[in-house]
């Protein structure tokens, strides 16, 4: 596609409930990103892909948290027993192998009640 | 100590005069960096990178670098309104020809006033 393209842009979900965030990178780039980011903070580095493997799962906050990528393209965000600290919107984003260059998807905004 | 640190502001500079943007960064291991801007609301994006020591200029930004003092900086010259947002530096952490882990600072909120 034309850009980096993520669902659902928001979700509401109750304490305790598992959920599925996802992304679809722009066609082409290798790399992936997942990022965090709170009301008002920066970008907390979660994950990032370089094809499907993950070289660096060293910022997923807690073993709830698990990444996937499938066919060097889509990628899933799993929460699993959301939490109201998870609270925040889930920023994706791709580039093309070295260059460094993100570029992001409008992220998915998860509101945990 | 954070791996990329900014000032998170806010910084108000008058319209028309030159912003100065500053960041630091832990790792001297670290080979390029970023500054993306992101308004209220909305994704961030791309303005400047840099790869080497000194200065590169794209129209009214100039983004200097020093590894030496693990330094990186965004000049905005002719300050406009529409430049209010926030700035985030970025900076990959590894380096090579790999994609690799990229490390944000936590923003420096800008705002231009008329």
């Known amino acids: 596609g034309a850009g980096v393209s993520q669902s659902p842009s928001n979700k509401v979900t109750e304490k305790g409930k598992d959920v599925e965030l996802r992304c679809d990178p722009i066609?082409?780039?290798?790399?992936l990103y997942w990022y965090r980011q709170s009301l008002g903070q920066g970008l907390e580095f979660l994950i990032y892909?370089?094809?499907?493997?993950?070289?660096?799962k060293s910022g997923l906050p807690s073993d709830r948290f698990s990444a996937e990528r499938t066919g060097g393209s889509v990628s899933t965000l799993t929460i699993q027993r959301t939490q109201q600290e998870d609270s925040a919107v889930y920023l994706c984003?791709?580039?093309?192998?070295?260059?460094?260059?993100?570029?992001f998807g409008e992220g998915s905004r998860l509101t945990v009640l | 100590q954070k791996e990329v640190e900014q000032n998170s502001g806010p910084l108000s500079v008058p319209e028309g005069a030159i912003a100065s943007l500053n960041c630091t960064y832990s790792?001297?291991?670290?080979?390029?960096f970023f500054w993306y801007r992101q308004y209220s609301g909305k994704s961030p994006e791309l303005i400047m990178f840099?790869?080497?020591?000194g200065d590169k200029e794209d129209g009214r930004f100039t983004a200097q670098l020093n590894k030496a003092s693990q330094y990186v900086s965004l000049l905005i010259r002719d300050s406009q309104p529409s430049d209010s947002a926030t700035y985030l530096c970025?900076?990959?952490?590894?380096?090579?020809?790999?994609?690799?882990?990229?490390?944000f600072g936590s923003g420096t909120r800008l705002s231009i006033r008329p």
């Open positions: 840099i790869y080497s020591n």
């Open positions: 892909f370089q094809g499907n493997s993950a070289p660096d």
């Open positions: 970025a900076v990959n952490m590894y380096g090579g020809s790999s994609a690799s882990k990229i490390i």
């Open positions: 790792d001297r291991g670290s080979q390029s």
């Open positions: 066609s082409g780039h290798t790399a």
């Open positions: 984003a791709s580039s093309q192998e070295n260059t460094g260059e993100l570029f």
